[in-house]
C-alpha cells in the first residue's frame, strides 16, 4: 500500500493568513493526488484533482501543486469558511489511500 | 446534479453482517465507479472498495475476506456488505462517485453512522 503521510497534523492560522499543507506519498503517484476539505458532521469534498486542477465551484485561492513524492495545498488568505480538516488522497493504485488529515483552527 | 444516499441499520450486532444501500439519482451506476468509505469517529478515511460500471470490484486488502459490494442496476443502487463486524467497524460509511478508476471522488453521500454494539 502506498502511505500518504500529511504534515503538520494540526495548524492554528488567522483569518488572512497564507497557508501551506504537505502531503508526501511513500512512493511516487505522478500526479494522482487529490485534495479534500472535511467540515464537521460533513462528508468531505473535493477541492483539487490531479495535483494542482481546481475542482468546479471551488474559490481560487485554494491552489496545489506537486509531483512524484510531495505534494501541497496552499490557501492564499484564509476565510473563516476555511476552518476544516484537509486530507491527501492518491489515486495511483488501490487501495486508494488517505493522508490522516490537517485540522486546520482559527488562532 | 448527481446525488448519493446511504441507507441500512445504524446498529449492528457483532458478528453479524453490515448491510449498506446508496441510491444514486442524477446519474446512472451503469457508468463511472463506485466506492464505499468510511471513518471511525474521530479519525481519518479509509476507501472500502469499489465496483465499476462492467461490474469489476476491487477491495481494500485488509477487508477483502469479509467484502462485497454489489450494484442494482434497476434501482440505481449499489450495496456493501461486511461481515463479521466488530466494534473496531463502527464508523460513518459514505458512498462516492469517482468518474474512473484513478480520478477522485467528485461526489459523496452524506453519509451514514454505523455503530456495531449488542
Not at chain 1, 42 to 47: G, K, M, T, V
Not at chain 1, 96 to 104: D, E, P, R, S, V
Not at chain 2, 33 to 50: H, N
Not at chain 2, 86 to 115: H, K, M, N
Amino acid at each position: 500500500d502506498i502511505q500518504m503521510t500529511q504534515s503538520p497534523s494540526s495548524l492554528s492560522a488567522s483569518v488572512g493568513d497564507r497557508v501551506t499543507i504537505t502531503c508526501r506519498p511513500s512512493e511516487s503517484i505522478s500526479d494522482y493526488l487529490n485534495w479534500y476539505q472535511q467540515k464537521p458532521g460533513r462528508a468531505p469534498s473535493l477541492l483539487i484533482y490531479a495535483a494542482s486542477s481546481l475542482q468546479s465551484g471551488v474559490p481560487s485561492r485554494f491552489s496545489g501543486s506537486g509531483s512524484g513524492t510531495d505534494f501541497t495545498l496552499t490557501i492564499s488568505s484564509l476565510q473563516p469558511e476555511d476552518f476544516a480538516t484537509y486530507y491527501c488522497q492518491q489515486a495511483d493504485s488501490t487501495p486508494y489511500t488517505f493522508g490522516q488529515g490537517t485540522k486546520l483552527e482559527i488562532k | 446534479q448527481v446525488q448519493l444516499q446511504e441507507s441500512g441499520p445504524g446498529l449492528v450486532k457483532p458478528s453479524e453482517t453490515l448491510s449498506l444501500t446508496c441510491t444514486v439519482s442524477g446519474g446512472s451506476v451503469s457508468s463511472y465507479y463506485w466506492s464505499w468509505i468510511r471513518q471511525p469517529p474521530g479519525k481519518g478515511l479509509e476507501w472500502i472498495g469499489y465496483i465499476s460500471y462492467s461490474g469489476s470490484t476491487d477491495y481494500n486488502p485488509y477487508l477483502r475476506s469479509r467484502v462485497t459490494i454489489s450494484v442494482d442496476t434497476s434501482k440505481n443502487q449499489f450495496s456493501l456488505r461486511l461481515n463479521s463486524v466488530t466494534a473496531a467497524d463502527s464508523a460513518e460509511y459514505y458512498c462516492a462517485r469517482a468518474v474512473g478508476s484513478i480520478s477522485p471522488f467528485d461526489y459523496w453521500g452524506q453519509g451514514i453512522l454505523v455503530i456495531v454494539s449488542t
